[in-house]
């Protein structure tokens, strides 16, 4: 089995930014990693997790799935766009609580892509829908 690259190497984000810990699955088109919400988390209320949050994690699960695509070229910048039906739960993410995150490459058309993702907390969805991204430009 082929070890998968650390998150840090698949994801742009840093610091609180950063929602993910691991990759759990990375193939051509689908990936599977896992976040545990920690309390410096930005979206966090008294130690609630506002919903508008799991967008990210799709955004960011989308983003190592780009990333680990081509591994040797480091995480890829991007830019989250657009949401399509999206629907989230209402405040049952509390600190602590690891969310599993899959995504599907949906499309690609040049530069914009389009994921279907799924958020789930023990075996619970909390979210579903559709992220579309603008991927950066190649800096040279």
Do not use: Y
């Amino acid at each position: 089995m082929t070890e998968l690259p650390a998150i840090e190497a698949l994801l742009p984000h840093r610091g609180a930014m950063r929602f993910l810990d691991q990759a759990i699955e990375l193939g051509p088109e689908h990936a599977v990693c896992t976040g545990q919400v920690r309390p410096e988390n930005p979206f966090l209320d008294d130690g609630i997790l506002d919903p508008l949050a799991l967008i990210e994690f799709i955004a960011q699960a989308a983003a190592a799935l780009v990333s680990g695509q081509d591994p040797d070229r480091g995480p890829v910048r991007g830019w989250l766009v657009a949401g399509r039906n999206l629907e989230l739960a209402d405040g049952s993410v509390r600190v602590g609580d690891v969310l599993e995150v899959m995504v599907d490459q949906a499309a690609r058309v040049g530069d914009f892509a389009s994921f279907d993702g799924i958020v789930r907390c023990r075996g619970v969805t909390l979210a579903h829908g559709n992220v579309k991204v603008f991927r950066a430009a190649e800096e040279t």
